[in-house]
């Protein structure tokens, strides 16, 4: 148990439709990294958030969007969803930021997404 | 720039026979380097870490990785496969170019363990 939480495991929904996928990271962790990963795509880095302030866009569309909260969990928002967004979503979680020494990244479970 | 390079995308092994997993990388900074091994519809764990102690690194299952900075090279050995150890594997290189660490991850190589 890797001690960050995500949810929901699985997510079907249909074209067009938005989906809010929530990560709750390690306790103590304040940097929260968002993935997708697909089959076609691989692992991508979409957004990373430091204790409530965006630190580093990736391939994240338009579409997409994310915030981390005071109590340090975070959303990732979708909408406008398209078959092509089917993936997992991993949230990941380190103590890495400005005065740390990068530690590793603690990775969820994912968030499967299944657009129809 | 920063980039993982993993040589192969997929490794086949019989079960007993020693396993290598080729990653090269590219940084202007000192590098973090780790290991992370993903089992099917699961997400990534820990392998092992590189960060500028030993370059003989030992992770956990029997894996371990050799950091040379000569060659820009973190291989990643394990001297007899199970086959609880077919899986994706993936290298990861993190740097801290400008107040904030970006981890870069290579494509990633799946690992196949024949009886």
């Known amino acids: 148990d890797s001690g960050v939480t995500q949810t929901p495991k699985h997510l079907i929904t249909a074209t067009g439709q938005r989906v809010t996928l929530r990560c709750s990271p390690r306790?103590?962790?304040?940097?929260v990294y968002w993935y997708q990963q697909s089959l076609d795509q691989g692992l991508q880095f979409l957004i990373q958030y430091y204790n409530g302030e965006e630190r580093a866009k990736g391939n994240i569309l338009e579409r997409f969007s994310a915030q981390q909260f005071p109590d340090l969990h975070s959303e990732l928002n979708l909408s406008s969803l398209e078959l092509g967004d089917s993936a997992l979503y991993f949230c990941?979680?380190?103590?890495?930021?400005?005065?740390?020494?990068?530690?590793?990244?603690?990775f969820g479970e994912g968030s499967r997404l299944t657009v129809l | 720039a920063q980039s993982v390079t993993q040589l192969d995308s997929h490794v086949s092994v019989s079960e007993g026979t020693p396993v290598l997993l080729r990653c090269n990388y590219s940084s202007s900074y000192s590098p973090s380097l780790f290991w992370y091994v993903q089992h099917p519809n699961k997400g990534l764990q820990l392998l092992l870490k590189?960060?500028?102690?030993?370059?003989l690194v030992k992770g956990i299952n029997g894996f371990e990785a050799e950091f040379k900075k000569s060659e820009t090279s973190f291989h990643l050995t394990k001297p007899s496969a199970h086959m609880s150890d077919a899986a994706e594997y993936f290298c990861v290189v993190s740097v801290q170019p400008s107040g904030t660490y970006k981890y870069i991850f290579g494509t990633g190589t799946r690992l196949k363990v024949l009886a």
């Open positions: 990941a979680s380190s103590q890495a930021g400005p005065q740390v020494v990068a530690g590793e990244l603690f």
């Open positions: 306790s103590g962790d304040l940097s």
């Open positions: 590189y960060t500028s102690a030993a370059t």
